[in-house]
């Protein structure tokens, strides 16, 4: 992700000096002893800073083997940053930008420059942290000299040092869209799906406060092609999830990077819903009400009645059924199951609409006229199974008011009998429902579908001991679906 700080945005050839740099910075391209590198981390453990003459010869060392428009990082303890500055500095570097790591240097998940505009944009509108927090980092980044306390204090900070007259960190990002060059800086965000996940790029124009653009790519091949098909789809389905009343991206240029492609995008205002619900569940039925609004409003516009294909219920259904089924206790009667409902409802005449297939509050922002926003569009289709939206939607919202301790207590409190938003739950999709206009045997199995597409893409990308609540929803349905069709009948 470092790489990314870089003129050209890559790293053809790296170095690491010294012993504790976080897993997620390292490498895989490494430069030998004597060769010039693009990107130097510089590292050092405690002992390693104790060690007579270690840092001195580490600094010559960097400064000595760091290209002409290479990027070198510290990453070094708070007591030895002074010391190395001044070092770095008389090796004829300029230190440029200290950066902050959050939550820290071993999960980094955002990557925050500290200077004004891209720091206070960072605290008030992406960071999930609670309101008191946000309104804490505020005053006190407005104290004279804080940027500077806080890269000298804090302990996931690291900084950059470059050769004077470098070309502008981030030149790649401002050059994208127009060719020319321009400087300003920019906040990094990694996805919770990790390293095959996508990376956003929050692109400030000089000392601009806002943001002019959000990038959006991967660093692996794995999964970049999303980003032709979320350009696709926004251009899309945007129009009309608009005209339903949500605030949407504009999808701007599609670039590349080093061979990845690069979706430059409108900025959306606002907060996501997921740590709004957490600090201040009581709005919990209000939000509900103003997603299916909207959810109404898009499926009356891009609703369409055709025969149910084979292809889509296999695609939607059978086949992460199939994926799942030996895991599952009762996984082939389940399969069985779906298969019989599959074959009876197959060429008979529904209703399609256009979905959205990863509506988590994480997603969808609210800003401070209360209109809802929505991002992250690579999911979309325009056909897709009806209904299936509301139910990750209502099931996402309850998990993040209850602060996502428990996804399956969550999908409970909406479905079972007994659930605590059961009945307002089945309300809601009574009125989704009069729109879309589906039999009963068809919305049982978008029901189904829902959760088996992301049990599915859950197991794609779970790693050994995580946590896998979507697994869990699906086992239930496995063994206990008819306790989850009375809001059928309502």
């Known amino acids: 992700m470092l790489e990314l700080l870089h003129p050209d945005g890559i790293a053809h050839r790296s170095l690491v000096i010294g012993s504790n740099a976080p897993t997620t910075l390292l490498l895989q ?13 510089l ?13 001195e010869e580490a600094a010559q060392s960097l400064a000595r083997q760091l290209a002409t428009h290479g990027v070198a990082y510290v990453v070094a303890p708070p007591r030895w940053r002074f010391r190395i500055k ?39 509108k992406l960071l999930p942290i609670p309101r008191w927090g946000s309104a804490l980092a505020m005053i006190g980044l407005r104290l004279p000299g804080c940027e500077r306390l806080l890269g000298n204090v804090l302990p996931s900070v690291g900084f950059v040092a470059r050769h004077p007259g470098a070309r502008p960190l981030f030149d790649w990002l401002f050059r994208l869209d127009c060719g020319r060059r321009r400087s300003g800086s920019a906040v990094i965000s990694t996805s919770w799906r990790g390293k095959d996940g996508a990376v956003i790029i929050h692109r400030f124009l000089g000392c601009d406060a806002t943001p002019s653009a959000v990038a959006k790519m991967n660093l692996t091949m794995k999964n970049s092609e999303n980003r ?22 504009q999808p701007l240029h599609l670039g590349q990077l080093n061979d990845h492609p690069v979706l430059l995008q409108s900025v959306v205002g606002g907060l996501p819903i997921a740590p709004l619900l957490a600090s201040r569940p009581n709005q919990l039925p209000d939000l509900m009400e103003r997603l299916v609004v909207w959810l109404e409003h898009w499926n009356r516009s891009t609703m369409a009645t055709t025969p149910l294909d084979r292809k ?5 259904i059978l086949a992460p059924a ?15 199951w779906l298969t019989g409902r599959c074959a009876a409802v197959a060429g008979a005449t529904t209703t399609l609409v256009a979905t959205h297939n990863d509506l988590t509050m994480w997603n969808v922002l609210l800003d401070e006229q209360r209109r809802l926003g929505v991002l992250d569009w690579e999911a979309a289709r325009e056909g897709g199974l009806p209904l299936v939206d509301f139910f990750y939607a209502m099931t996402d919202a309850v998990a993040a008011a209850r602060g996502y301790v428990d996804r399956q207590k969550a999908f409970e409190a909406c479905f079972s009998p007994a ?8 309300r809601l999709l009574k009125r989704l429902r009069d729109v879309i206009e589906i039999p009963d045997e068809v919305a049982e199995l978008c029901f189904h579908a829902c959760w088996l597409h992301h049990a599915a893409n859950e197991h794609r990308v779970a790693v050994a001991g995580a946590p896998r609540p979507f697994f869990k929803i699906v086992q239930q349905l496995a063994l206990h679906r008819h306790q989850f069709r009375w809001w059928l009948k309502r």
């Open 29 to 41: 391209s490494r430069t030998e002893p004597g060769q010039y590198a693009d990107l130097v981390i």
């Open 43 to 55: 590292a050092p453990t405690v002992p390693e800073c104790r060690t007579t003459g270690w840092l």
């Open 86 to 124: 001044h070092l770095l500095h008389d090796h004829g570097l300029s230190v440029e930008l200290p950066i902050i790591h959050l939550p820290d240097h071993a999960a980094n998940r955002y990557l925050v420059p500290l200077s004004p505009a891209p720091a206070r944009y960072a605290f008030s």
């Open 228 to 249: 032709v098909g979320e350009a696709k789809m926004l251009a899309c389905l945007g129009p009309s999830a608009r005209s339903a009343g949500a605030r949407i991206p």
């Open 312 to 316: 889509l219920l296999d695609q939607e």
């Open 322 to 336: 199939a994926l799942l089924a030996p895991l599952l206790e009762q996984g082939g009667e389940y399969h069985d």
């Open 419 to 426: 659930g605590t938003y059961a009945h307002a739950v089945a």
